[in-house]
């Protein structure tokens, strides 16, 4: 059997970045309209320092208004909330992104729930929640919004197709199987309780990954000709003992991708493949955040 072909999450991405920096100059040329886009950084995490400026920089090349809010480790919880009311106000900022995880002695939800739902572009709000759940015009997260936008660009139409979405957090797996349905497909969704796992997910046309466990959906598991979502980014050491010795690591999936795409018929890499979106569908929420609130999303794209 030839082998699954790969979803090149860079095209894509690069395909929804060059439509919303076409959008944001129409915008500004035809409406004076500029879409802003903050983010607020608390503390020092690598990860998320490396996440926030990419961020910046993608906003900004799309042609958007960025601000980048820093605040100390130790800011407490009032500060946040006055950074994010001030936020709320400002007329230049359409999009508000708090980057997570926030440090342990945060309420991460009270700061959630602070920013205003028409300028939550990571789609995380109680009330864009529900506006999901109820099919209504939501602010959707990036990365569930990223995995939509990859398996319409591979299936088309998804009417129908049966869908597993293994792992069912508020971030990812919720909101991919809330989409998959309002798509008219037959979802299921697993997580650490489900039994007969792997039963499951031979069942299904659509196979979502968002678990967090290094290669865990194994070859075997996989319907022949299916389409595979590996959401997972887990760091694992080199499989080269040498390279494992001098303490290297690499990012691999959810799926054991090297057997997987002996069977599956399409499938996303890791990396290369759903975290590229994730940026991209940032743009996209902060350009119909500014639409939205400008009276402007009958020409949504
Ligand atoms: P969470 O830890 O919040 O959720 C993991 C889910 O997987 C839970 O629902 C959990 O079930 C389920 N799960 C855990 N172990 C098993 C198991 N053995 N069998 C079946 N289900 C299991 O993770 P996230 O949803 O935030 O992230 C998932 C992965 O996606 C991570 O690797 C993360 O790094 C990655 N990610 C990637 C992004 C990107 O841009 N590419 C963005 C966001 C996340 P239960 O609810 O029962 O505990």
Redo the contacts with the bound molecule.
Sequence with gaps: MSQAQIIDGKVYAERVRDEVAREVARLRADHDLQPGLAVILVGEDAASQVYVRSKGEQSLAAGMHSVTHRLPADASLDELLLLIAGLNEDPRIHGILLQLPLPGHLDQRAALAAISPEKDVDGLHVVNAGRLANGEPALIP??PL?CMILLRETLGDLTGKTAVV????????RPVAQLLLQADCTVTI?????RN?ADVCRGADILV?????PR?IKADWIKPGAVVID????RVPFDDPEKAAAGRTKLV??VDYKAAREVAGWITP?PG???L??VACLLQNTLTAAKRQNGLDRDLA
């Design positions: 990036c990365t990223g293994v792992g069912r957090s508020v971030l990812v797996g697993a997580h650490s309780r489900t796992l990954a968002a678990v967090g466990r865990m959401v997972g980014v887990n999936g959810d890791v493949g759903v975290g979106m994730t």
